[in-house]
């Protein structure tokens, strides 16, 4: 019996020491925007006008995995004029909305970008991003993702969309890379514009 506990701890142990090797890789972080920066709720106003919420935190991330260097990238099947606004404001370049087939942004960025799939991360929450998970070095989800979605993925943030996955996911990436340092966050807040 304690040696089926060995067997078990050691598999464990490999699995974490797996995915800590994955996270010195990334340079690339691609992220889903509802159910993933979202809590996948849009609200309906009489007049027809949508709205999504986003967490603040995720922004911050965002926006400082920008500055240190990491390329991040949306994927989205929605096509909000605010959403797209609050990402460029945080300093994403990169914008894919109105993508009904998501392949179609990552053919994009492999064949005109010379995007690397092995050193790139996604988060996604729903089928619409299964393909895309199958192809990326690390493919992660929020924890209130769907269930196909949970099975592929080689991580699950315990955090939901919308309520700071997407934080978790880049504050892991920056500090196993050594780039999660107090001190650029102190000046990183100095920075007047909105996160």
Same mark, same amino acid.
């Given at each position: 019996?304690?040696?089926?506990?060995?067997?078990?701890?050691?598999?464990?142990? =490999? #699995?974490?020491?797996?995915?800590? *090797? !994955? %996270?010195?890789?990334?340079?690339?972080? &691609?992220?889903?925007?509802?159910?993933? +920066?979202?809590?996948?709720?849009?609200?309906?106003?009489?007049?027809?006008?949508?709205?999504?919420?986003?967490?603040?935190?995720?922004?911050?991330?965002?926006?400082?995995?920008?500055?240190?260097?990491?390329?991040?990238?949306?994927?989205?099947?929605?096509?909000?004029?605010?959403?797209?606004?609050?990402?460029?404001?945080?300093?994403?370049? =990169? #914008?894919?909305?109105?993508?009904? *087939? !998501? %392949?179609?942004?990552?053919?994009?960025? &492999?064949?005109?970008?010379?995007?690397? +799939?092995?050193?790139?991360?996604?988060?996604?929450?729903?089928?619409?991003?299964?393909?895309?998970?199958?192809?990326?070095?690390?493919?992660?989800?929020?924890?209130?993702?769907?269930?196909?979605?949970?099975?592929?993925?080689?991580?699950?943030?315990?955090?939901?969309?919308?309520?700071?996955?997407?934080?978790?996911?880049?504050?892991?990436?920056?500090?196993?890379?050594?780039?999660?340092?107090?001190?650029?966050?102190?000046?990183?807040?100095?920075?007047?514009?909105?996160?």
């Amino acid at each position: 019996m304690l040696s089926n506990r060995r067997i078990v701890c050691h598999s464990q142990f =490999e #699995i974490v020491m797996s995915f800590l *090797d !994955k %996270l010195h890789d990334i340079n690339t972080i &691609i992220l889903d925007v509802d159910g993933v +920066l979202t809590d996948s709720s849009v609200y309906v106003f009489e007049d027809g006008v949508l709205m999504r919420k986003m967490n603040v935190r995720d922004g911050y991330a965002i926006k400082y995995a920008i500055s240190k260097g990491y390329r991040v990238i949306i994927i989205t099947g929605g096509k909000s004029a605010g959403v797209i606004t609050r990402l460029e404001n945080l300093g994403v370049q =990169e #914008i894919y909305s109105g993508m009904q *087939d !998501k %392949l179609e942004a990552m053919d994009e960025l &492999i064949e005109v970008y010379g995007l690397d +799939l092995s050193a790139s991360a996604y988060m996604g929450d729903d089928l619409p991003d299964y393909e895309c998970l199958r192809l990326v070095g690390l493919s992660t989800c929020p924890a209130n993702a769907a269930p196909e979605i949970r099975a592929l993925c080689q991580y699950i943030s315990p955090l939901k969309g919308g309520e700071g996955c997407v934080r978790d996911l880049i504050e892991k990436i920056l500090k196993v890379q050594g780039n999660w340092i107090e001190t650029d966050l102190v000046n990183l807040t100095n920075d007047k514009r909105d996160f």
